[in-house]
């Protein structure tokens, strides 16, 4: 596993995957070796590129060019204009990637962003986004998204829904799993022998007591009590708002939230450009730069390559980590 490259998949290539892939392979070269999945003919003009035919070659190839293993779209790019047409290639180049490390070929999957709407108008894509169709590629049912920088890791229990369907969305089931989910891949994938969660309650002072919300006497606090008694280092219902300081950060390992923005202002305010989207739960591991396709300056160059050299990264010491694991 550790002499693996990591697969990249292009993304949307009307938006900024492409060019932020050939400055990442610039900052990275053979120190980090990955291969780009796409047509050569989206990377920016000028790009020095080889084409391989096995991930192997990376290894060789990534010293003096960006790997690229060709997967032919039927369109060109043109930034800031996606177009339905290549759709099902998009999809392709994820599900090749995950065929690569599920068949022993790439240490990791690293993802470039998509456009969920034309995935769907070009291909019928039934899935809200790339997280569900890679646990639908591996067979998996319950994957726990994780936002990760140096400063801070955090876990949104219910993700990409409407604050107002929050309440009802959370269950003593769903944090239940996200919970050990967590956990064990915070062992598995980063080396962290003992994991310490904390744990956000819903509610402005988690409920403080009944007085602004009854669901962390009723649901939080009894699934967190219940893991406790089973050995889980777990710390909450907390108060959100005096979680994310510095003093409070050294105190836990990652930090799990309710809801989206409880989540990723804390990260994003933190380090917004180097934070990654990292899968948890799935049989191979998965990265991703945080953030979109950044339709408004695609092809420009102004786009900031940090986010995908951070994932590519940290792609790489979670692959090492897991294979140390296996020793």
């Known amino acids: ?63 003096t060019a960006l790997p690229v293993l060709r997967l032919p779209f039927p369109a060109p790019a043109v930034p800031g ?31 470039a962003p998509i456009h969920k709407k034309a995935l769907q108008d070009g291909a019928g894509f039934p899935h809200p986004g790339h997280t569900e169709y890679l646990a639908h590629l591996a067979g998996v049912g319950d994957v726990v998204m994780m936002l990760a920088a140096p400063a801070l890791k955090v876990v949104p229990v219910t993700v990409h829904i409407a604050l107002s369907e929050v309440p009802r969305a959370l269950s003593a089931g769903l944090l239940e799993r996200s ?22 309650g819903l509610n402005p002072h988690a409920g403080e007591g009944g007085a602004m919300g009854h669901e962390e006497i009723a649901l939080i ?40 923005d409880q989540a ?23 990265t991703s730069p945080d953030h979109g396709t950044a339709f408004d300056i695609a092809g420009t160059g102004r786009a900031d390559p940090s986010s995908l050299i951070a994932a590519l990264k940290l792609a790489r010491e979670m692959a090492l980590t897991r294979a140390a694991g296996r020793h």
């Open 1 to 63: 596993m550790t002499g693996l490259p990591i697969a990249l998949s292009c993304g949307e290539p009307a938006g900024i995957g492409p060019e932020i892939a050939l400055r990442a392979w610039q900052s990275l070269g053979a120190r980090l070796p990955f291969f780009w999945i796409g047509d050569p003919r989206h990377l920016p003009e000028g790009t020095p590129h080889a084409e391989i035919h096995a991930p192997a070659e990376a290894m060789h190839v990534a010293a």
């Open 81 to 111: 204009r996606p177009d339905p047409a290549n759709a099902a290639a998009v999809i392709e180049a994820i599900a090749r990637g995950v065929a690569l490390v599920q068949e022993g070929k790439a240490a990791a999957l690293c993802t």
């Open 179 to 200: 919970l050990r989910i967590t956990e064990a891949a915070l062992i598995r994938d980063f080396g962290i022998e003992s994991p310490r969660l904390a744990v956000a």
């Open 221 to 260: 606090g009894p699934v967190l009590e219940r893991l406790r008694a089973e050995g889980m280092r777990i710390e909450g219902p907390l108060s959100a708002d005096t979680m994310f300081h510095a003093e409070a950060r050294a105190r836990y390992d990652v930090a799990v939230a309710m809801y989206h």
């Open 264 to 286: 990723l202002i804390p990260i994003k305010t933190l380090d917004f450009a180097g934070g990654v989207n990292v899968t948890l739960g799935l049989p191979f591991i998965r």
